[in-house]
């Protein structure tokens, strides 16, 4: 008897962390459904890395999903804006994106939907974080509330769950974690503002919470190691 | 001194509701900032509908949003699955599309937020409806707490409304409202399954509530008059 997998969609930007929520969903025993978006964003090299990720299993589907958030303006993610560097603010960045997880979550769960999955992931940390208000877990708990009000899945009686493994890691948990589940971090791409070639510039917010986790867990970056040879 | 108008975001299908809620949003002040999805609709007449409405208030922008929610499938409204005519049931119908309005409101939020404005309108009844889930109070209520913890604009102490000036009313209560607010019923287009020339068919789901609404209320529809010549 073929036991029927259950279906998960996985949000995949190509960065670490949703890198390492893709081989945990993989090792749950999910029939993974990776969902990337090209929402505008400056760099290709996200996109890229992502579909090294899924290429790494076979089984895994990757759907890349057109919808350009940038023509509505308001991030350094996605217009010409600077990204800062080295800075230490407890604001929320310029390269806040607005309601970007929102966005990419109700797609997710469209597509969930249209598929019968009913379990969504999304790499989301809310403790070594750039602050964004839509990676922290009340706000993934209510984004859960509106899918199990607004589908008809979920009117005929069944749930919806968003999974949010990270959200409660540390970088180096995160780190140790991909490392158990043998990601190949060498193909993921993590920096708001790499050089033409994808090289990180090793010092937006996002690689320095990388380089933080990566030191604190003890371990040699390949993605860091390479740009710099 | 000029006063500055409040900016809103206006979700607009083209159908008869979403323009009564475009020209009753105008009429409460705001400065508008109509939201049109090509998202793989099979009816482009539904676009021109909504293009006509906001040409009618040279004041309002309007943007048309690409988003492909057919390349998921699972509805009657992007596939070639038969639209059901003439049906009396309690069971959501085939033309529901997952998650639609989760991913409508989701957009319309990154947009509103990019732009400053913290309200957002949409034309939702679960009165005369077709019973989709993403249409009742307890749905939008959901969605305007998603709001309201996943952004950088709430994060900083504002608030995002969901505005759903339809969401009580019957199908006769909004003609009667669109009739005040002088909608040209005209240029909107309701029918799930149009003729190619964008005739109504007058039998579905959709068409059905509209006659109920304009019946009941003791008018004359334009757009089905002019159809039948």
Redesign the interface.
Known sequence: MTVQKKKAVVLLSGGMDSSVVLAQAISHGFEVFALTFRYGQRHQVEIDAACKQTAAFPAARH?V?????S?????ALTTDMDVPKNVESSD?PVT????????F???A???A???GARDIFIGVSSVDYSG???C?P??IE??E???N????A??GGERFRIHAPLIRLTKEETVQLGNRLNVNFANTHTCYDPAPNGTPCGECDSCRLRIKGFTEAGLIDPAMTSSKE
């Open positions: 759907t999903f057109d919808l350009n958030l023509q509505f303006g308001g991030s929320i806040y994106v607005p309601a970007r997880n929102t966005v979550l109700s797609v769960l469209s597509y939907e249209a598929i964004y208000p839509d922290r009340a706000f209510a984004f509330q509106v899918a009000l607004g589908t008809k979920a009117d």
